[in-house]
């Protein structure tokens, strides 16, 4: 059974930082990309930041370039989100998930998913 789960979510003042991690298990962790979604209240979920297996060629959402970072530990089957400079507009529950196609920012391409862990950035 694939399980992804994330923690590291919190309450930060803005500009402040957290790290979200993402632990793996049930199928072997490097042979997919992963990447990180959030979703709003009210609004869809919006692509965040991609990685491939190897821990190469890391994508980001204009929104958060030079600010977050993605990066993975396929020894610990650990995918993580570094995130700096926080703004109240990256409040959010925070999402992982896995994907087998060829980099792409659609939520519909990535196939399992965690239960999310919640950011708030109060300002």
């Known amino acids: 059974q694939v399980q992804l789960v994330e923690s590291g979510g919190g309450l930060v003042q803005a500009g402040g930082s957290l790290r979200l991690s993402c632990a793996a298990s049930?199928?072997?962790?490097?042979?997919?990309?992963m990447g990180w979604f959030r979703q709003a209240p009210g609004k869809e979920r919006e692509f965040v930041a991609t990685?491939?297996?190897?821990?190469?060629?890391?994508y980001y959402a204009d929104s958060v370039k030079c600010r977050f970072t993605i990066s993975r530990d396929n020894a610990k089957n650990t995918v993580l989100l570094q995130m700096n400079s926080l703004k109240p507009e990256d409040t959010a529950d925070y999402y992982c998930?896995?994907?087998?196609?060829?980099?792409?920012?659609?939520?519909?391409?990535?196939?399992?998913w965690g239960q999310g862990t919640q950011v708030t950035v109060s300002s």
């Open positions: 998930a896995d994907r087998e196609v060829p980099r792409t920012t659609n939520p519909l391409e990535y196939k399992y």
């Open positions: 049930g199928r072997t962790f490097s042979n997919y990309a």
């Open positions: 990685i491939n297996r190897s821990g190469g060629l890391p």
